[in-house]
């Protein structure tokens, strides 16, 4: 099921238990028995407040999962860049260890675009076969002895390189998967129960205005969710970090767009 109908199908259900509340309470109660006309000042107190925390506890989530998700997108950016400065630097080598070279940088990034993406993506970690290919690019670099002083002033900026490759590989690993608490998602979905159900402490009616924002209300809560879910994996949703930088750099490659 596409995410975009999954969201249609929260903000529904969202309106849909609305209306049957207020349905339901108007039914059981009735006019009389109602004074609709004068809130109580504490009601209107305690709701404005339970509103503004829970605002302020969305705008927080929402932050946190964007600036993950921004964290995610530098990280893989980071892992291409450097392995595209590996493969141009090593142009100091003879043709025969070049070739090698570029050949390991080429094997690990179709690796992580055609094969490891999708099992991250399902998964939520990066596998092994990737760590050894990056481990055979180290391990070739490592064990040649430079052989003139040129390969000896480019021997350890690509070394740095790759280890910066290998730093940004561990970080794109822990950050597949969701990285929100369930504790926080608890926090998140109870707070809109309550804030939503507050509203009927407000004695809502079934005039047309009154329904209408309940309803706007309640859809806004429900997307802020799903926004909220929808960017806390950043490699695996709607609004996911793409292999677009292994794209750009490799466009020799044949990569799966």
């Keep these: 099921m596409s995410e975009w ?4 199908i929260a903000m529904a259900s ?24 004068e809130t109580p000042d504490v009601i209107e107190y305690i709701t404005m407040m339970i509103g503004v925390v829970y605002a302020i506890v969305l705008g927080l989530a929402i932050a946190g999962v964007w600036e993950a998700r921004g964290v995610a997108q530098d990280d893989l950016f980071r892992e291409a860049q450097s392995l595209r400065e590996v493969s ?26 055609n094969t490891e993406w999708d099992y991250m993506r ?29 390969e000896s002033q480019a021997y350890q900026p690509i070394m ?18 969701p990285t929100m608490p369930g504790i926080v998602w608890f926090g998140l979905v109870g707070g809109a129960v309550v804030t939503v159900g507050m509203l009927f402490a407000l004695q809502i009616r079934r005039t047309r ?31 996911s970090v793409t292999t677009q930088p292994f794209q750009d750099l490799f466009p020799m490659l044949n990569l799966k767009g």
Excluded: H
Excluded at 160 to 177: E, F, M, N, P, T
């Design 88 to 113: 141009d630097r090593a142009v100091v080598y003879p043709v025969e260890f070049r070739d090698q070279v570029r050949a390991d940088v080429d094997a690990y990034v179709t690796y992580v675009v």
């Design 122 to 150: 399902e998964n939520g970690e990066i596998t092994e076969k990737g760590d050894q290919l990056l481990q055979k690019l180290q391990t070739d670099v490592a064990t040649r002895p430079p052989a003139s002083d040129l």
């Design 209 to 239: 205005r009154e329904l209408v924002l309940a309803l706007c209300f309640s859809s806004l809560i429900a997307f802020l969710l799903f926004m909220i879910w929808d960017f806390d994996n950043p490699f695996a949703r709607s609004v």
């Design 14 to 37: 969202a309106c849909a238990v609305v209306v049957a509340v207020v349905l339901l309470r108007n039914r059981r109660v009735s006019t009389a028995e109602e004074n609709t006309d």
């Design 160 to 177: 740095d390189r790759i280890s910066q490759a290998s730093d940004s590989r561990d970080a794109r690993g822990q950050s597949a998967g």
């Design 5 to 8: 109908v999954a969201l249609a």
